[in-house]
């Protein structure tokens, strides 16, 4: 089983964020050695820029150069992953780190139940509660909806926004941050990268989305609450600040 997180240096909201090292090692790090506690994982940096390269490389872990060009966190997983024996690949985010590794392996149970179910999923994500400090309003943090349990007890995503989701016009259910790291057999991580991006994918700026519009099934776990993903200085000072207590 291989876990790629995909690094760029580029972010529009946090420059440079892999590389912030407020807490005495890089972000990437931290990321990386939450990933490496895994059972079974081998672990690998697809990047696209040097200063990442070199700093994953200083702290003893592997990492890959990709094509710059790429658009999605998916697609530098999918060539950083091209031919690999790994039977599955897990995507997990480089902006997520204080993702445990029972999530992580939640994650890649869920996947190897869908995968044999009776309507196999395309791929497979994670979900949560809201934690205390997060705001179900702010657009940097995608919402999920989902299905009610299949006959084999497993939650598919109906959809994911970053506007509110279910809108509270009354009694139901409370929203479900989605955590944004994915599950793919090594066939369907290259087919998601070969498909066509979609109307819908586009205007929320979520990858995901790609995978339900063309039709096919992502399966859900849900996970106790984590703090959310890094996206502004604002996350990451308060990220810094845990990591002090």
């Known amino acids: 089983?291989?876990?790629?997180?995909?690094?760029?240096?580029?972010?529009?909201?946090?420059?440079?964020?892999?590389?912030?090292?407020?807490?005495?090692?890089?972000?990437?790090?931290?990321?990386?050695?939450?990933?490496?506690?895994?059972?079974?994982?081998?672990?690998?940096?697809?990047?696209?820029?040097?200063?990442?390269?070199?700093?994953?490389?200083?702290?003893?872990?592997?990492?890959?150069?990709?094509?710059?060009?790429?658009?999605?966190?998916?697609?530098?997983?999918?060539?950083?992953?091209?031919?690999?024996?790994?039977?599955?690949?897990?995507?997990?985010?480089?902006?997520?780190?204080?993702?445990?590794?029972?999530?992580?392996?939640?994650?890649?149970?869920?996947?190897?139940?869908?995968?044999?179910?009776?309507?196999?999923?395309?791929?497979?994500?994670?979900?949560?509660?809201?934690?205390q400090d997060a705001d179900p309003d702010d657009p940097d943090t995608v919402k999920a909806v989902l299905s009610e349990p299949d006959e084999d007890g497993l939650r598919s995503a109906l959809y994911f926004s970053r506007s509110r989701l279910p809108f509270p016009r009354g009694e139901g259910a409370a929203p479900l941050l989605h955590i944004g790291s994915y599950a793919f057999s090594a066939e369907t991580l290259q087919a998601f990268a070969r498909l066509p991006r979609t109307p819908l994918e586009r205007t929320e700026s979520l990858e995901q989305l790609r995978i339900l519009e063309h039709g096919h099934r992502i399966a859900a776990a849900i996970v106790p609450p984590a703090a959310p993903g890094i996206d502004t200085p604002a996350d990451y000072a308060r990220f810094v600040a845990r990591q002090r207590r």
Not at 22 to 35: C, F, M, R, S, W
């Open 1 to 131: 089983m291989l876990i790629v997180i995909p690094a760029r240096h580029a972010s529009v909201r946090l420059p440079g964020k892999p590389l912030l090292a407020e807490t005495g090692k890089p972000l990437i790090q931290h990321v990386y050695e939450a990933a490496a506690r895994v059972r079974g994982a081998t672990v690998l940096v697809a990047t696209d820029d040097a200063r990442i390269e070199r700093a994953v490389l200083g702290f003893g872990g592997a990492a890959v150069m990709t094509d710059p060009g790429h658009s999605t966190g998916s697609a530098r997983v999918a060539e950083a992953a091209a031919g690999t024996p790994a039977r599955i690949i897990v995507n997990v985010q480089g902006d997520e780190p204080e993702l445990e590794p029972a999530a992580i392996e939640t994650l890649i149970e869920t996947h190897e139940r869908a995968q044999a179910s009776a309507r196999p999923a395309f791929a497979s994500t994670l979900v949560s509660a809201f934690p």
